[in-house]
């Protein structure tokens, strides 16, 4: 009679384990999409120190447009990846190609 017990608890101890398990993988696929939705939100860079140096970046590419110096042009390559947005995507592509 008590093997009986012993081996309902066991079992109800297994079930309890899979639904927590179960809950836990549900709430790590809502925080994920949370998180990148808040990442991906933005096109302009989050503080005021990045979207200077970004303003910068972009009048250093602008004078080099001026001037024609096609080497300072290039400078305009480096500006998509002060967006959180553009980042964002790029990691997510390499957290794909690398789970592959």
Known sequence: MKEDNNEKSIDGLGQSEKIVDNAISFLKEEIEDDLVALVLSKWLPYGTGRKIAMFLVFILGLCGAIVINKLV???WLVLPFFSP???????IFFGKISKK
């Open 85 to 91: 947005r553009i980042a964002g995507y790029v990691a």
């Open 73 to 75: 042009i290039l400078v």
